[in-house]
């Protein structure tokens, strides 16, 4: 199935929850944040949330870090296919 990822379009597994979209791509569920169609997903929801054909997703993972101990995020430009 094919989604749109941080503007990318990807071809995805077909019946991908968020949880399982994430793995897919090798990220660290605890340090990502997802907003798919423009609404943010809340983690108690990624195992129920499915993904449909043409979703828009914009993934935002946290690296620690930076001036003063602050947390940054980064978006992920070109994640693992």
Request: hydrophobic letters at 35%.
């Amino acid at each position: 199935m094919k989604v749109i990822i941080n503007g990318e379009p990807r071809d995805v597994p077909d019946r991908l929850n968020v949880e399982e979209l994430i793995e897919h791509l090798g990220l660290q569920g605890e340090r990502v944040a997802v907003e798919r169609n423009r609404e943010i997903v809340r983690r108690a929801d990624w195992a129920t949330t499915l993904l449909r054909e043409g979703d828009e997703l914009e993934i935002v993972h946290f690296v620690g870090g930076g001036l003063r101990g602050r947390s940054r995020s980064r978006f992920l430009p070109n994640a693992p296919q």
